[in-house]
């Protein structure tokens, strides 16, 4: 399959995890790098449309606090996780590095950005705890984060 993600065997992960989905060099050189960062066991779990809409817009804000080479973060249409887009190329500690901030941010929110009718498409699906008790579950399982598949 084109997709990666689509080759990946989705019975044999065990989230959740952050991995390094795919890096592409483009032709002038530059390097881009996406991480599947999975909150919710495939097939099993999913997060609830105003979650995943709230952690995309308060992760994507915040994170780029911590670092310029944030392209973008996107929801899997799956509702299990998102991609995360960087560009070059980052030691792998780094980046869960970069998550564990960003989602420690999210907690310490008072409001979710932009969650308003002139900046966001759909306003009205938010909810800041949602995401809130999302981040803080992603993060009670920090240590375990670079495993990907069930041993």
């Known amino acids: 399959m084109n997709v990666e993600s689509f080759n990946l065997d989705h019975t044999t992960v065990s989230a959740p995890y952050v991995r390094v989905a795919d890096t592409k060099r483009l032709p002038a050189g530059d390097v881009l790098t996406k991480y599947d960062i999975r909150f919710c066991q495939p097939n099993v779990d999913h ?15 915040h994170s780029r606090n ?5 392209v973008d973060f996107s929801p899997m249409g799956c509702q299990t996780g998102f ?25 310490d929110a008072t409001e979710v950005p932009a969650a308003n009718e002139t900046q966001c498409g759909w306003a009205a699906s938010h909810t800041l705890a949602g995401a809130q008790d999302a981040a803080r579950t992603m993060l009670a ?3 375990g984060w670079a495993t990907v598949t069930a041993a």
């Open 47 to 61: 997060l609830e449309m105003p979650v995943v809409h709230s952690l995309e817009h308060t992760f994507a804000e």
């Open 66 to 70: 911590h670092s310029d080479d944030v």
């Open 83 to 107: 991609y995360l887009l960087l560009a070059g190329e980052h030691p792998y500690e780094k980046v869960l590095d970069l998550v564990e901030v960003t989602l420690r941010d999210i907690l």
């Open 141 to 143: 399982q920090r240590e």
